[in-house]
């Protein structure tokens, strides 16, 4: 994982998020809804703060940042995949949803998760 993000996990009974962060801020985070053996990831979201306005980035210099191509979404996958295993859960799913769906597709599967040409992604978590 990059050295320059922290990764922490919170749990419940039915929610797991994993929030990247840099220097106390926070810049990405994972939600995952759990059920009895496998896990859904619902949302994983890195900040772009590409359209923030400019008076914004101006007043909080660093805030506002696009922290996107600097490992985060994937150092919040790894952390996911390792938690899923630790848990004993037998495979993680979604579904792509948003921008660049082709391209989506090809970070997935560089995972090691499994798309249809529907979007759905599957990753067999016992079989790392």
């Given at each position: ?34 059920r009895v ?51 004993g859960i ?39």
């Amino acid at each position: 994982m990059n050295c320059l993000f922290t990764y922490k996990t919170s749990y419940s009974t039915n929610f797991l998020v994993i929030t990247a962060g840099k220097n106390g801020l926070p810049v990405g985070a994972a939600k995952v809804v759990k059920r009895v053996d496998s896990w859904v990831l619902a949302d994983i979201k890195v900040n772009n703060f590409r359209n923030t306005n400019p008076w914004r980035k101006m007043r909080s210099p660093g805030l506002f940042q696009n922290y996107r191509k600097q490992g985060v979404g994937s150092g919040l996958l790894k952390t996911l995949i390792s938690e899923a295993k630790q848990a004993g859960i037998s495979k993680i799913s979604g579904e792509i949803i948003g921008e660049h769906p082709e391209m989506l597709k090809k970070w997935y599967s560089r995972f090691g998760f499994i798309v249809d040409s529907k979007g759905r992604i599957e990753l067999k978590v016992k079989e790392q």
